[in-house]
């Protein structure tokens, strides 16, 4: 795991993460600027930075209801805002851009960082970056397949020889600048199903794995097949970490999540998948057994542990601000994760 | 309450003869209900590409947003080759995989020859289920002999379409109701 930047006896990693949600606020019908949105990320991170969480990370999403498209500028700016949490992408869709600036952008930031970057490279679930920036959909699988390649190769080669279908070819290429320590944490972000989860495992690579919600045991299935991939191929599943991740609200008690957040989730859904959140579903999320991270401090706590001990995984990160949560229920939330949540997280998870 | 008529082929009139008596049993019974009639031999739906369904233009967007506003939908089709004809599937595979949830879904299909009359259990409702709709469990099953130019002729057929027409409003506004009351004891 050293060489991921973790340490599993210090217990489970807490994140936080944001695609860059710009969805009105349901509960009082306008939208802050893009301006305004982007300020308040850079401002919680601080607050999660200073509360002592593990992880921030930014997401990119080309199409209305988004404003982190240009995520790595935005990371940039959350470098030097902060002092010692790790800073990484949620996802940086790799298939539409080239690996080598990609590599050039969080090497850069991993040294104004004082080595603290990592990339999560995707697909992108929403496909709107394809046609904007040029890409065939139809090309989906193979254009990530061949950039992740090459964007691994770029970790570990200092000089890099290689050619491909999607980009130009590289002769004894040079990549600049280095990161600190000449490598970057890589993670394959992994959707549900257990397809890209087997993908990850072949190559060796770190999985970040959603859990959107739904019964937190469907997604074992998942780490499984990527545990059994690592194996199938050589690697030791002892040194590849797992990441989760998942929709977050908490407030000082269930009733209020859900009825603070619930307007939040069903916009969000509304503008984004064409159809609201059944009432029903939601009233069932803060079971501890479903993934969906909604409830009082202790409700999370449950689900935390629970899904810790399915599922073994190094690290767990929060969306916070889905569906146009307000930036003062995102600083609420910090602090209840600070003072309430992690502690008891951490004192369960750490080893030593 | 939004009802929105699917006459689901491009060939023949007989699908959209049976939907115009509904519609006009409908707008008796009914004066107060918003009724729109999409017949797919008036529009150009392109194929789905994958994309969501309100990223489509034209008539494409216009369909798909239409059934997705309804509360109820009456779908009317003929039976293709066993199954429901390709048009018709198409409006299905350009909407999400819950587009039915809280939406009622009543049926009437015409046909050749009674050996299709289990075609809707086999081919539509597995498909509308899945989609989550809440199904008007007895459909109108027309055949050709009921008709005698554009005009239906068998009174147990008129019955029929009187009935479901009744059954659809009805079991739209009880479910309603239903899920009122139970999203109403959440709190939230």
Do not use: C
Not at chain 1, 172 to 193: D, F, K, T, Y
């Amino acid at each position: 795991m050293k060489q991921y930047r973790i340490d599993p006896s210090n217990g489970l990693e807490f994140g936080l993460y944001s695609i860059g949600d710009h969805t009105l606020n349901p509960f009082t019908g306008s939208r802050i600027s893009a301006e305004q949105r982007i300020h308040e990320l850079i401002e919680a991170s601080k607050l999660a930075d200073e509360a002592g969480l593990d992880v921030f990370a930014v997401g990119e999403s080309h199409q209305t209801y988004f404003t982190t498209q240009a995520h790595t500028v935005i990371l940039g700016a959350i470098a030097q805002a902060t002092k010692r949490i790790k800073i990484a992408s949620s996802a940086t869709v790799l298939s539409t851009s080239d690996p080598v600036r990609v590599y050039e952008d969080f090497a850069t930031l991993d040294l104004i960082s004082n080595g603290r970057a990592e990339i999560v490279a995707g697909r992108g679930s929403r496909v709107g970056a394809y046609s904007l920036l040029g890409y065939d959909v139809r090309d989906y699988e193979e254009l990530f397949e061949e950039k992740l390649e090459l964007l691994l190769k770029l970790n570990t080669e200092e000089k890099v020889t290689w050619e491909g279908q999607f980009r130009a070819p590289l002769e004894n290429a040079s990549i600049l600048p280095q990161p600190q320590n000449g490598h970057l944490p890589i993670w394959r972000a992994v959707g549900g199903p257990p397809a890209s989860a087997i993908k990850a495992g072949i190559a060796g690579v770190p999985m970040m794995l959603t859990t959107l919600g739904g019964p937190a045991i469907n997604f074992k299935g998942s780490v499984e097949a990527y545990r059994e991939a690592l194996e199938r191929s050589g690697f030791d599943t002892k040194e590849l970490p797992i990441a989760t991740t998942s929709l977050f609200y908490t407030a000082e008690n269930s009733q209020d999540a859900l009825r603070e957040y619930y307007p939040h989730l069903n916009l969000g859904m509304q503008a984004l998948r064409g159809g609201g959140y059944p009432k029903q579903q939601f009233a069932q999320a803060i079971d501890y057994r479903d993934a969906l991270m909604i409830g009082s401090p202790q409700q999370i706590i449950e689900k935390m542990l629970y899904q810790y001990e399915l599922y073994g995984h190094q690290r767990f990160m929060a969306e916070i601000d889905f569906g146009g949560v307000p930036f003062d229920k995102i600083a609420k939330n910090i602090e209840l994760i600070a003072t309430e949540i992690l502690p008891a997280v951490k004192k369960f998870t750490t080893k030593n | 309450m939004k009802i929105v008529g699917l006459s689901g082929s491009k060939v023949g009139s007989k699908t959209r003869t049976a939907m115009n008596y509904t519609f006009k049993s409908m707008s008796e019974k009914y004066p107060d209900a918003e009724l729109t009639l999409i017949d797919l031999a008036e529009f150009d739906v392109q194929f789905s590409d994958g994309r969501n369904y309100w990223e489509y233009e034209g008539d494409t967007k216009y369909v798909s947003e239409t059934i997705m506003a309804a509360d109820a939908i009456i779908i009317g089709t003929p039976v293709f080759q066993a199954s429901i004809p390709g048009t018709l599937k198409n409006i299905f595979d350009l909407l999400p995989v819950n587009a039915f949830r809280d939406k009622v879904i009543s049926m009437l299909v015409t046909a050749g020859t009674p050996k299709h009359y289990l075609m809707v259990e086999q081919q539509l409702k597995p498909i509308l289920a899945y989609m989550k709709a809440q199904i008007v469990q007895t459909y109108v099953f027309i055949e050709e002999k009921d008709f005698h130019r554009k005009e239906i002729t068998n009174d147990d057929v008129l019955f029929r379409i009187e009935r479901l027409v009744e059954d659809t409003v009805v079991l739209t506004d009880t479910y309603k109701l239903i899920r009122k009351a139970k999203e109403a004891e959440y709190d939230f």
